[in-house]
C-alpha cells in the first residue's frame, strides 16, 4: 500500500485504491459481506468472470479515446497482470481478463500513471459516457461533440449521487442527426444541435435493451449545452429515488419511465431543481485539448497487392471536414487484439497522425486526422499489423459480446457462431463487403451486450430442450431493428429460435431472400414490408429438435458437449447487504460527508447525509423483514414501522427528516446542519438495534 502513495499523485484516487486494498483484505479476513464486496469491487471496474478465481477488469475509456501513452500503459498492464488480449466492447470501454483479485489495486495504480480509470465501469453507477467515434471529424456534425462528453464523465465520476444506483445508467452523445451514439436506446442520449446560433442537444430519455427493450422518449428537442449537466443531475437523483433495488428484471430507468409516464417524469425532475448545485454548468469547450497532428515527410512505399489496396480504401477510409485529411477505420475481428499490435499502433498514431485512436460501438476504431497523402504508408504499416481487412463498419462485420467465453450471464457461444458467420459472409456474399446497411449483432444471452435487438439481423444465445430432455445451444432468431436517425429507431422482432448449428443456414436463407426480392429497399424497410411472419414461415423448418444430429449438441468454437450453465450476473446485479454490513456502510458515508463538507463541496456532502439515512433506514426495515425496493419505499415504509407506531421517537416524520434534501438549496449552512441529522438518526438507530437485540 506505500507505493501506492508514493506513486499516485491525485490523493483522491490513492485514497480510493488504497480503500479498494482494504476491503479486499477485509474480504479475505471474513470482515466484510461478499455481497457486499461485490458492490465495492464492480463500482471499481472489477469484475467476476466464468473462470473461478480470476477477475475481469474494465478500463473506463470516455468516448473510447485513447492516446498513444495511454494505449502503452495498458498493453503494459496487460502483459503484467493478464494475458496480453485487449477487447474492445460496445461501450468503447477495453477489457482484460485473467486478473488475480489481489493485485487489482496495484494494477489500477499502474493504470492511473497514465490518467485512465477502473471507477465505475461496471456496477449500479453511471457508465462509461460513449460518443460518435467521428466526433470531432464528422462532416456533417454541427459542433465537436467530445468536450461535452468529457464534461459529463468528469462530473459524475466519484459524484455520491450516481454510485449506487438501482442500476446500471447509460449516457450516449451523438455528433449528428445520423444519431451513431444509438441516443434512442440509452438511459440518456443527446444528440448535437445549433438553433439560432446556439449550441445544444435534442434529449432522449429512458431507452434501453435487455429482455424488454424500450425506445427513449424525446425529453427535449433542444437543450442549451449549459443546462445537460443540471439536467442530468436531475434525472439520476429521481432514478436513484424512486428507482427499484430489489427486482433486478424491473431496476433500470425505462421501468420508472414506464411507470410514471413522461409528465409524471417531468414533475419529480421539478422537485428536485432546488436542491441542485448548479443551475447552469457552461462548459468551456474551447479549452479541449486541440489536436496535435504530427509534422512529417511522406514516406515512399510500394503498394504490393493494388485490388487489394483499392478494395480497402473503398470501405476503410472516411472523410474529415478537416480539408486535406481522413481517417481511417479499423475492423477489429470481435474485437479482440494483442499488446504487440497496440504497441506498434501507438507508435504509428504518436508519429503519424494526431496521437488518439477513437474505439468504436462496432468493437473497432478509427485512426484521426491521417494526411491524404500518408494514406498509402498507414496502409502498409497497418498491413503488417493484420489490420487492413476490408469492411469497416459494412455488414461482413459483426459485434458480438464475449458470452460463454468468459461471461457468467453466458448461454450459448456468441463469438463462435460470430466467426462462422463471418466465414459464410466472405465466402458466399463478397458484395456485402460494401453494404453498410445489413447490421449483424449478436450476444451470448438476453442482456444484450452484443445489441443484438437493435440489429437488422440479430441473434441471442439460447438453449433449446429435446423431448428425451436433452439441453442443445440454440440462437434466438431476431430481425428488422435499426437507427432510423435523430432519435428514432426499431426494435427487432424475436421471428424463431434454432438451434446454434443452424445460425448459418438461416443467414443463408435471410439474405437470399433479399437479394432476391429486396428491390432496393433497406433491409429494415424490407422486414418491415414484408413483416414477422412471412419470415417465421420460411425459417420455420429450422427450429425442429426432434432430427438433432450429436454434432447439434456441440456449441460453436467447442468441442465438448453443450451444458447450460449460467453464473451469478455482477455488472447488473442487486446487491442485498446483511443489517450489520449495511450500518457500517451507514457510519463511512457520514465520514465521508464530513470529508466533503470540510473541502467545501456541500452539495456531495448533503447527498452522503441523505445516502447514509435512507441506507440506516434499509437496515432496520431488513431486520423487520419489510421489502426496500425503492428509496422512497424506505423513506415511507420506515414511517409506517417506525415512526407511527411510536417504536422509534423522531421530532418530526422521517419522510420530512430526509427530504430536507429537496426543499433546500446545497449551502454550507444546510449541509452542517442536514449532517448532523444523520449522525442523530444513525445513533438512534443504533440504539434502537442493541436494545432489540438485547431484548430477543
Known amino acids: 500500500m506505500q507505493s501506492f502513495r508514493s506513486e499516485i499523485e491525485n490523493p483522491v484516487v490513492e485514497k480510493d485504491i488504497i480503500d479498494l486494498a482494504n476491503k479486499i483484505e477485509m474480504f479475505h479476513n471474513g470482515k466484510l459481506d461478499e455481497e457486499k464486496f461485490r458492490s465495492l469491487r464492480l463500482a471499481r471496474g472489477v469484475y467476476g468472470q466464468r473462470q473461478e478465481g480470476v477477475q475481469m477488469i474494465r478500463i473506463k475509456l470516455p468516448y473510447g479515446k485513447v492516446t498513444s501513452e495511454q494505449l502503452r500503459r495498458i498493453s503494459d498492464v496487460s502483459e503484467e497482470y493478464s494475458t496480453g488480449r485487449l477487447h474492445i466492447t460496445t461501450r468503447q470501454d477495453i477489457q482484460i481478463h485473467y486478473v488475480d483479485l489481489n493485485r487489482t489495486p496495484e494494477l489500477w495504480a499502474e493504470l492511473e500513471k497514465s490518467d485512465i480509470t477502473l471507477r465505475e465501469a461496471c456496477g449500479n453507477a453511471v ?44 449516457v ?24 439560432n446560433g446556439v449550441r445544444g442537444f435534442k434529449i432522449m430519455l429512458g431507452g434501453g435493451l435487455g429482455s424488454q427493450p424500450r425506445h427513449a422518449d424525446e425529453l427535449y428537442s433542444f437543450l442549451p449545452t449549459d443546462k445537460i449537466v443540471p439536467l442530468m443531475e436531475g434525472v439520476v437523483r429521481v432514478f436513484d429515488r424512486y428507482g427499484e433495488r430489489k427486482s433486478r428484471a424491473k431496476a433500470r430507468l425505462k421501468f420508472l419511465l414506464k411507470d410514471f409516464g413522461l409528465d409524471g417524469f417531468k414533475e419529480l425532475l421539478e422537485q428536485e431543481q432546488k436542491a441542485l448545485p448548479f443551475q447552469s454548468f457552461a462548459i468551456d469547450a474551447e479549452a479541449y485539448p486541440a489536436y496535435k497532428i504530427a509534422e512529417v515527410k511522406t514516406p515512399v512505399v510500394e503498394i504490393a497487392d493494388q485490388k487489394a489496396f483499392d478494395a480497402w480504401k473503398s470501405t476503410n477510409i472516411i472523410p474529415q471536414k478537416q480539408e486535406g485529411y481522413v481517417a481511417i477505420g479499423v475492423k477489429v475481428l470481435l474485437g479482440d487484439f494483442y499488446i504487440d499490435k497496440a504497441r506498434q499502433l501507438a507508435d504509428l498514431i504518436e508519429k503519424y497522425a494526431a496521437n488518439e485512436v477513437r474505439f468504436s460501438l462496432r468493437q473497432n476504431f478509427i485512426i484521426p486526422f491521417v494526411k491524404e497523402e500518408l494514406v498509402p504508408f498507414f496502409y502498409t504499416e497497418l498491413e503488417k499489423l493484420g489490420f487492413v481487412e476490408a469492411g469497416y463498419n459494412k455488414a461482413i462485420d459483426i459485434t458480438a459480446c464475449p458470452g460463454t467465453d468468459t461471461c457468467n450471464l453466458g448461454i450459448a457461444s456468441s463469438t463462435g457462431i460470430a466467426e462462422e458467420l463471418e466465414r459464410v459472409m466472405k465466402a458466399e456474399y463478397p458484395d456485402y463487403i460494401n453494404n453498410p446497411d445489413v447490421v449483424i449483432k449478436i450476444s451470448g444471452c438476453m442482456n ?33 431493428g435499426g437507427n432510423i436517425g435523430n432519435g428514432e429507431g426499431r426494435f427487432a422482432d424475436k421471428v424463431v429460435k434454432i438451434p446454434s448449428k443452424r445460425g448459418p443456414e ?9 437479394n432476391a426480392n429486396g428491390n432496393g429497399l433497406s433491409f429494415a424497410d424490407y422486414y418491415a414490408d414484408k413483416g414477422e411472419h412471412y419470415f417465421y414461415d420460411f425459417l420455420k423448418h429450422l427450429t425442429a429438435v426432434d432430427n438433432l444430429t450429436q454434432e447439434d449438441f456441440i456449441d460453436w468454437g467447442n468441442s465438448e458437449e453443450y451444458v447450460k450453465a449460467i453464473g451469478v450476473g455482477e455488472c447488473a446485479g442487486v446487491v442485498i447487504d446483511l443489517i450489520a454490513t449495511l450500518l457500517f456502510d451507514s457510519e463511512e458515508k457520514i465520514k465521508s460527508a464530513e470529508e466533503t463538507l470540510e473541502v467545501e463541496k456541500y452539495a456531495a456532502s448533503i447527498y452522503y447525509s441523505y445516502s447514509s439515512m435512507v441506507n440506516t433506514a434499509k437496515a432496520i426495515l431488513t431486520a423487520e423483514n419489510v421489502k426496500t425496493n425503492t428509496h422512497i419505499g424506505i423513506i415511507k415504509d420506515f414511517d409506517k414501522t417506525f415512526v407511527a407506531s411510536e417504536r422509534i421517537a423522531l421530532s418530526t416524520s422521517f419522510e420530512e427528516l430526509v427530504l430536507q434534501l429537496n426543499k433546500q438549496e446545497p449551502t454550507k449552512e444546510f449541509a452542517v446542519n442536514y449532517l448532523e441529522d444523520a449522525k442523530a438518526f444513525l445513533k438512534a438507530i443504533e440504539a434502537f438495534r442493541e436494545k432489540e437485540l438485547a431484548q430477543a
Do not use: W
Open 448 to 480: 444484450a451486450c452484443g445489441q443484438h435487438n437493435m440489429a437488422n439481423i440479430g441473434f441471442q444465445g439460447m438453449s433449446v430442450r429435446t423431448k428425451d430432455k436433452l439441453v442443445a445451444p440454440a440462437l434466438q432468431v431476431l430481425l428488422g
Open 506 to 514: 438461416a443467414l443463408r436463407l435471410i439474405l437470399n431472400d433479399f
Open 172 to 195: 450516449s452523445f451523438s455528433s449528428s442527426d445520423a444519431d451513431t451514439g444509438l441516443s434512442y436506446m440509452h438511459d440518456i442520449g443527446f444528440i448535437a444541435k445549433i438553433e
Open 127 to 170: 457508465r462509461n459516457v460513449t460518443a460518435s467515434e467521428t466526433a470531432g471529424i464528422d462532416v456533417d456534425e454541427p459542433f465537436d461533440v467530445s468536450p461535452y462528453a468529457q464534461a459529463i464523465f468528469e462530473y459524475f465520476l466519484r459524484n455520491p449521487i450516481s454510485q449506487e444506483l438501482g442500476r446500471k445508467f447509460k
